[in-house]
């Protein structure tokens, strides 16, 4: 059981160029989100998935996209890399509902947009 | 909207002394309220919630937070603090109608405990 994955670990892109974090979880929990988190800024919410199929924007949405086509899968694409998106980026998952709303959080992506 | 506060950026504390870290909220509706931790180089560990029920929340690692609904606050707090319990720690918040993915982080709060 591994739990949430996330992949690369670390990524240096030029500014224009596009990418997809990848989000992986075994543990068949319909809810999924994608924070990033900056210095002084803490954690902020790009977007959420509520299941495969559903996806809505958080508090920072702007220049990333995200699709929920599996229940294990919720990538994270940001189609033209800019500096701002310097960031540390973490998946997170959630039962949900009587289980408990407790986040399981991926190890995180470190990425540095140049 | 849903919103958190957290209006210290660093702790300094003692070890054995007790220890507080605040946290204030702003729901809509009814609040789900959470405490986190970070060690450095890593993700986020869940520590404690408030859902529903007792107002005082124990939580790992002997932290227990209050949930004071007139205060809008959910301070954390350990009797006696050790070396180990330096950290990041972050407050989160869910509004009762809102979606379990949407949880809403603060700023964090860096908890030092000298020897």
């Known amino acids: 059981n591994a739990g949430v994955t996330q992949t690369p670990k670390f990524q240096v892109l030029k500014t224009g160029q596009s990418m997809t974090l990848q989000c992986a979880q075994d543990?068949?929990?319909?809810?999924m989100s994608w924070y990033r988190q900056d210095p002084g800024m803490g954690l902020r919410l790009i977007h959420y998935s509520v299941g495969a199929g559903i996806t809505d924007q958080g508090e920072v949405p702007n220049g990333y996209n995200v699709s929920r086509s599996t229940t294990e899968d919720f990538p994270l694409r940001l189609l033209s890399a800019a500096p701002s998106q310097t960031s540390v980026y973490f998946c997170?998952?959630?039962?949900?509902?009587?289980?408990?709303?407790?986040?399981?959080f991926g190890p995180g992506t470190r990425l540095l947009v140049l | 909207a849903q919103s958190v506060a957290q209006p210290e950026d660093q702790v300094n504390v003692a070890e054995g002394n007790p220890l507080t870290v605040k946290c204030t909220y702003s729901?809509?509706?009814?609040?789900?309220l959470f405490w986190y931790v970070q060690y450095p180089n890593r993700g986020l560990q869940f520590l404690l919630k408030?859902?529903?029920?007792?107002?005082l929340v124990k939580g790992s690692y002997g932290f227990e937070a209050e949930f004071n609904k007139s205060q809008t606050s959910f301070h954390l707090k350990k009797p006696s603090a050790l070396v180990s319990d330096s950290a990041l720690y972050f407050c989160a918040v869910r509004d009762i109608g809102s979606s379990a993915s949407k949880i809403i982080f603060g700023s964090g709060t860096r908890l030092s405990i000298r020897p």
């Open positions: 997170a998952t959630n039962p949900g509902g009587a289980l408990g709303e407790t986040q399981y």
């Open positions: 729901v809509s509706g009814n609040p789900y």
């Open positions: 408030y859902i529903t029920g007792d107002n």
């Open positions: 543990m068949n929990h319909e809810y």
